[in-house]
């Protein structure tokens, strides 16, 4: 069974910073292109960034380059998300999610391409 568990959000003031975590498990995790998403209140489902199964290779939404890093340790089945000079905008509920990799031109920026998700963690950026 499949289990993506998300950790690390809370309430921060604009232009602090949030470290996120996902733990995986019940998959090969060294396989698998691992994504963060964002979902605002009242919003759709939103790609933040992804990160290849090596994690030589890394894409970012225009709103979270230069100010959001993905990260990934494979011995330790966990990607990270760290962000930096975080905005209201940035409040969202932030997931994890994974898919098997394979070979092809682009990212996968939809939602609906990954079919393992976490439950999501919290993220509140007050002004």
């Known amino acids: 069974q499949v289990q993506l568990v998300e950790s690390g959000g809370g309430l921060v003031q604009a232009g602090g910073s949030l470290r996120l975590s996902c733990a995986a498990s019940?998959?090969?995790?060294?396989?698998?292109?691992m994504g963060w998403f964002r979902q605002a209140p009242g919003k759709e489902r939103e790609f933040v960034t992804a990160?290849?199964?090596?994690?030589?290779?890394?894409y970012y939404s225009d709103s979270a380059k230069g100010r959001f890093t993905i990260s990934r340790d494979n011995a330790k089945n966990t990607v990270s998300l760290q962000m930096n000079v975080l905005k209201p905008e940035d409040t969202a509920v932030y997931y994890c999610?994974?898919?098997?990799?394979?070979?092809?031109?682009?990212?996968?920026?939809?939602?609906?391409?990954?079919?393992?998700w976490g439950q999501g963690t919290r993220v509140t950026v007050s002004s």
């Open positions: 999610a994974a898919r098997y990799f394979q070979a092809r031109e682009g990212w996968w920026l939809n939602g609906n391409e990954y079919p393992y």
């Open positions: 019940g998959l090969t995790f060294t396989s698998c292109t």
């Open positions: 990160i290849s199964p090596g994690g030589g290779s890394t």
